[in-house]
């Protein structure tokens, strides 16, 4: 009965989603809360748009194979935790209700380790907090290299020309 309850909101959220399908939120307006969400929570703008074009190409109603939705494909437990009643407004999926607040709480709990972030974001934070760098799932593992180097790119900065350190200091 539980699982019935949890999965529920999930097939409310992608039939809206669907059914707004021809109703496109203009990427001006989710440009805005990228970046004004990402400089209040903390979280590197380039960060944010570097995950929302990787997991939607900027599309307001993208659904997972999954049932993630929205931009920021917000897991259904994800969005209901997080209190985001409709994935699809990017004014809750990207912004504060959503996941860039999301992103902020795990990058807080992975001690700012943006590879972690994005690997929690791919597989889950369960998994990566008790694997860390040593999850050698190659899904996940593509998909922090895809964030990477979109990050750069956002950033300006050449991929082959940034280093990680040898070494990181957790204290």
């Known amino acids: 009965m539980k699982l019935v309850l949890m999965m529920m909101p999930m097939l409310y959220a992608i039939a809206?989603?669907?059914?707004?399908?021809?109703?496109?939120?203009?990427?001006?307006?989710?440009?805005?809360?990228?970046?004004?969400?990402?400089?209040?929570?903390?979280?590197?703008?380039?960060?944010?748009?570097?995950?929302?074009?990787?997991?939607?190409?900027?599309?307001?109603?993208?659904?997972?194979?999954?049932?993630?939705?929205?931009?920021?494909?917000?897991?259904?437990v994800t969005a209901h935790r997080l209190g985001v009643s409709d994935p699809c407004n990017p004014a809750q999926n990207v912004s504060g209700a959503g996941g860039v607040r999301y992103l902020a709480w795990l990058m807080n709990r992975l001690h700012d380790d943006l590879r972690l972030a994005a690997a929690a974001c791919c597989a889950g934070e369960d998994r990566i907090n008790k694997r860390g760098l040593s999850c050698r799932n190659s899904v996940v593992v593509a998909y922090v290299s895809r964030v990477r180097t979109a990050y750069l790119g956002e950033t300006e900065i050449e991929p082959g020309r940034c280093k990680a350190p040898e070494r990181r200091d957790v204290r």
């Open 16 to 76: 809206i989603c669907r059914a707004r399908s021809d109703d496109r939120s203009t990427r001006i307006e989710a440009e805005y809360y990228v970046a004004a969400d990402a400089e209040h929570y903390g979280v590197p703008v380039a960060l944010v748009r570097a995950i929302v074009q990787l997991e939607s190409n900027w599309r307001a109603y993208s659904v997972s194979p999954k049932g993630a939705v929205g931009r920021m494909l917000l897991p259904p």
